[in-house]
């Protein structure tokens, strides 16, 4: 397991990729590879293997409490640290003031932030397409956290080479941000344009006082055998991004 250098002592930080191995063999050809999603209609008993073998890294280090959550492209964010939820999380955001409590987010091209405050004592982990970025899911997660978050990490998402998008997107960023302009470049087609998910992220954190972003380099969609693409491939399975305080 490779974990984030440059945080806070006792913070780990880090995203499965498509390889790993305790993966289970598949039926189904274009679910191969370390899923851990449920709603992408992989074998469940195959997705819990898989969850569980992470669960087992995780416990070297102490962690004894997971979060995974059902994600809607919302900004909702919660806040667990003690408490279990006998319902399904519905949301994109969560923080704890837990140490040993894993938090998940799942991706296949949409932007995973990791948030997390210069003592070690707070982290955050919230999941941001372009629906999440532009309603306010880091603004909503920073707002929920107790402490200014210092640093914040970017997983892998969809580059903006691969990131074609409408008028209506760039507009929902540019009506509230205008100098978001210069994260959007025109397509060959009318009314289309390529974003830059990384480029609006750290925008919004900056806005938010988060100086330190790391990460932000990878693309989910061009390294194929590295992560899963919703957009390459609309069945495919699911990264999980961790951040857990030991």
């Not at 102490?62 to 492209?73: I, P």
């Not at 978001?180 to 992220?201: R, W």
Request: one cysteine or more; charged letters at 20%.
């Amino acid at each position: 397991m490779q974990f984030v250098q440059g945080l806070p002592q006792g913070v780990f930080v880090g995203q499965t990729r498509v390889h790993h191995q305790k993966t289970q063999p598949s039926a189904q050809p274009e679910l191969a590879g370390f899923n851990l999603a449920l709603h992408v209609y992989d074998d469940a008993k195959r997705v819990q293997q898989h969850r569980m073998a992470l669960l087992q890294e995780f416990a070297e280090f102490g962690v004894d409490k997971v979060t995974w959550m059902t994600q809607t492209h919302s900004t909702i964010c919660h806040t667990i640290n003690e408490e279990i939820s006998f319902q399904a999380l519905e949301g994109d955001g969560l923080v704890t003031q837990r140490k040993a409590h894993a938090l998940m987010m799942m991706t296949a091209d949409c932007l995973p932030v990791v948030l997390g405050n210069a003592d070690g004592t707070e982290i955050a982990n919230l999941h941001a397409g372009w629906r999440g970025l532009a309603g306010g899911i880091v603004e909503n997660t920073i707002a929920s956290m107790q402490s200014q978050p210092t640093w914040a990490w970017l997983g892998a998402a969809i580059s903006q080479p691969c990131f074609e998008i409408g008028e209506e997107v760039k507009s929902a960023f540019c009506s509230k941000y205008p100098e978001l302009e210069s994260a959007f470049k025109n397509s060959e087609k009318a009314a289309k344009f390529y974003a830059d998910l990384y480029a609006i992220a750290r925008f919004i954190l900056q806005q938010q006082g988060v100086d330190l972003v790391l990460g932000g380099d990878q693309c989910s969609y061009q390294q194929a055998e590295e992560y899963f693409s919703y957009r390459r491939k609309a069945k495919t399975g699911r990264m999980a991004t961790f951040v857990f305080m030991a």
